[in-house]
Every structure is written in structure tokens, then in C-alpha cells.
């Protein structure tokens, strides 16, 4: 701040800082702006009982921040993008993570078949009954991974397999990544690949009740070469459509172009809710 000694009113009242309002009675119940001397608002507001702030002009990705002293950012607010972002790391303050698992010593999981996009579990029950009951489609056209799972699921009898694997998202959600780790249990391993799937799903109770449509595929990734039990396999997938509304199933999807092992899987998902 410039030093006001020796100068005039004139020269400096540009850079006072006061409550908008007319009266001279400071600062009561009324939220007002707080403006500069030429009367300018800036991005603060106050009353006696609130502390306000609100781009005059344009959303930022630092609307508020608060560092340490060593000038690393420990809270930013970004209005830009509807984010409150904490910590060294500044991840969403309101970051979660959702996981989806199989054993591979599973009755369900030790029956895959080659080329087909299977449903992983989300809750914490084992497999169990047909393979077929969480088949979601064909994986290949021509080619191992070709074709996504498929976008659609009529449940018919299938309905108590197939909610085991359904995540019901409540609120709207960003999906920020999607890290998953997979292990054969035989010498020789497949081809695999994964995916992350948003649907639409009925809830009306009816004969329809819990089928889905619409699908999306949230994330993928590169096909891999498992080459069996001797190590695991880690993949960072590639986010597709970050954003999934409040109202859909989330499904986490297994494929592999042979069947030389059964696979334990482990899936996490890092989101937060927007």
C-alpha cells in the first residue's frame, strides 16, 4: 500500500476501500459490496453477519485463496469450474471413490467366455449362478476390443445378478480417474481390456424396473497383454465423458480374447459431485 504522508485526499482516495451505501451507518444486517474510493465494487461483500464473495466481472479458476507462507495454495475456490480444491494437492474438496472387485476363485468369474464384456461387482456379495447372467455383450466385431460393451440391458430373469454390479448414482458426479489392477491365476494369460459404462436406468417398479439403456462409455483404455499369474497389471484409463448425472448405474466391464486364466479384479474410481 503507497504511503498517504504528506498527501492530499485527493491524491489517494481512489484506493480506500468502504461499504456501498449511502448513510453513514457502517456495516449492519444488509450484504453490501465493498468498493474502492472511485466507487468501483470489488469481489467482496459484507454485513455484520456475512462475508461474501462473488466475481464482478468474470468466473476465475482463484475466485478465493488461501496459502501458507510459503506461498503454496491450500484452498481455492474455482467458480470457473464449480470447484473447491484443498491441500497440497488441491484436489476437490469433495473427492470420493467408488470400487468395483472380483476374485477370480469365483464361481461366475471362472466361467467367462472368450470375447464377451462381463459386469463386475460393486457390491460386497460373491458371484454366483450362470456366467451368462452378467454377460453385457459381444467384445469383438473383427478384432479383440473393437466394439464397446453393449448400450443396453433387459434383465428378463436377471435381475438379483446383475444389481450386485449396478453403482446407482444419487448426486450429479465428475468422474476425475479411473485406476484399476487385474491378475491371472494361470502360467498363461489372455488379451483384456476394461471399461467404465453410464446408463439410464427404469425405476418405475414395473416389468421394466431396473433395465437399462442409454448407455456411455464413461472410460476405456488400451487393450493389454496379460502374460499370467508372475506379476499383476495396473492401467490408468482414459476418461471419455467425465460427467454423469444424478440417476444413472454406473457399470465397471471385463473382457479378455481367450480363456487361458480367471482374473481377480480391482477397480477404483476417484470422483467428486458437482
Known amino acids: 500500500m503507497p504511503s498517504k504522508t504528506s498527501k492530499t485526499y485527493a491524491s489517494f482516495y481512489k484506493n480506500d476501500l ?60 474455482d467458480t470457473t469450474n464449480a470447484k473447491v480444491l484443498m491441500g497440497a494437492a488441491q484436489v476437490a474438496a469433495n473427492t470420493q471413490y467408488a470400487h468395483f472387485a472380483q476374485s477370480s476363485d469365483e464361481v461366475s468369474a471362472a466361467g467367462q467366455l472368450a470375447d464377451t464384456h462381463y459386469m ?59 485406476k484399476w489392477w487385474h491378475a491371472a491365476d494361470a502360467a498363461t494369460g489372455d488379451t483384456t481390456a476394461a471399461h467404465l459404462m453410464s446408463y439410464a436406468v427404469d425405476i418405475d417398479n414395473g416389468s421394466t424396473s431396473g433395465d437399462l439403456s442409454g448407455g456411455t462409455v464413461v472410460a476405456d483404455g488400451a487393450n493389454i497383454t496379460n502374460a499370467g499369474y508372475e506379476q499383476a497389471y495396473y492401467q490408468a484409463m482414459t476418461i ?35
Not at 51 to 73: A, F
Open 18 to 77: 468502504a461499504v456501498n451505501q449511502s448513510s453513514n451507518t457502517g456495516v449492519d444486517a444488509t450484504t453490501r459490496e465493498i468498493q474502492d474510493g472511485a466507487g468501483n465494487n470489488t469481489s467482496m461483500s459484507i454485513s455484520d453477519d456475512v462475508l461474501l464473495v462473488q466475481p464482478q466481472n468474470d468466473d476465475t479458476t482463484g475466485t478465493l485463496i488461501v496459502k501458507d507462507t510459503g506461498d503454496h495454495s491450500i484452498l481455492t475456490v
Open 120 to 178: 463386475i461387482r460393486f457390491s460386497d456379495t460373491q458371484w454366483v449362478g450362470a456366467t451368462s447372467n452378467f454377460a453385457l455383450g459381444s467384445a469383438t466385431s473383427s478384432s479383440f476390443n473393437d466394439t464397446n460393451p453393449a448400450s443396453s440391458l433387459t434383465l428378463s430373469t436377471t435381475s438379483n445378478y446383475a444389481i450386485q454390479c449396478y453403482w446407482y448414482v444419487m448426486d450429479n458426479i465428475t468422474i476425475d480417474a479411473v
Open 240 to 274: 471419455q465423458s467425465a460427467d454423469v448425472n444424478a440417476g444413472r448405474v454406473i457399470l465397471f466391464t471385463f473382457a479378455a480374447d481367450t480363456v487361458n486364466s480367471d482374473y481377480s479384479i480391482n477397480a477404483t474410481i476417484k470422483y467428486h459431485i458437482t
